[in-house]
C-alpha cells in the first residue's frame, strides 16, 4: 500500500485549504485512512480519520468543526478539508493507512501504512 499527500501550503489564519491523499490498494489491505501531523519539537499527533466499513469519521477535539474528513468519488482518494485554519495547525500533515480497531483509530499504533508529510503553514 502506497499513500501520497498533498495540498499543503502557506495561508492566512481563518483560509481554507484541502488536503489529498491518493493511495493504493484496498480495504482488502486496510479499513480506515487517518491524518496525522506534527509541528516541529511536538509529538506526531491524530487529526481525523475515515473508517470504510460504515463510514464512521473520527476527529481530534482540536479540530472538530473546522476540518473534515471525507472519501473522494474515485475511491482512490480521501481528502481532509480545513476551514477556519489557525496558526497553531501548522504542521507536516501526514496520511496514514491500517486496520485500527476503534480504540485504536485515533492512535499511531493502529496504523501500519505511511505516505510523506505535506506542510502546512498558516500564518499572516
Known amino acids: 500500500v502506497q499513500l501520497q499527500a498533498s495540498g499543503g501550503g502557506l495561508v492566512q489564519p481563518g483560509s481554507s485549504l484541502t488536503l489529498s491523499c491518493v493511495h493504493s490498494?484496498?480495504?482488502?489491505?486496510?479499513?480506515?485512512i487517518g491524518w496525522f501531523r506534527q509541528a516541529p519539537g511536538k509529538e506526531r499527533e491524530f487529526v481525523a480519520a475515515f473508517r470504510y466499513n460504515g463510514g464512521r469519521t473520527f476527529y481530534a477535539d482540536s479540530v472538530k468543526g473546522r476540518f473534515t474528513i471525507s472519501r473522494g468519488v474515485d475511491k482512490n482518494t480521501v481528502y481532509l478539508q480545513m476551514n477556519s485554519l489557525k496558526p497553531e495547525d501548522t504542521a507536516v500533515y501526514y496520511c496514514?493507512?491500517?486496520?485500527?480497531?476503534?480504540?485504536?483509530?485515533?492512535?499511531?499504533?493502529?496504523?501500519?501504512?505511511w505516505g510523506q508529510g505535506t506542510q502546512v503553514t498558516v500564518s499572516s
Open positions: 496514514a493507512a491500517g486496520f485500527p480497531i476503534i480504540s485504536s483509530i485515533r492512535t499511531r499504533d493502529g496504523y501500519r501504512y
Open positions: 490498494g484496498s480495504t482488502y489491505d486496510f479499513n480506515a
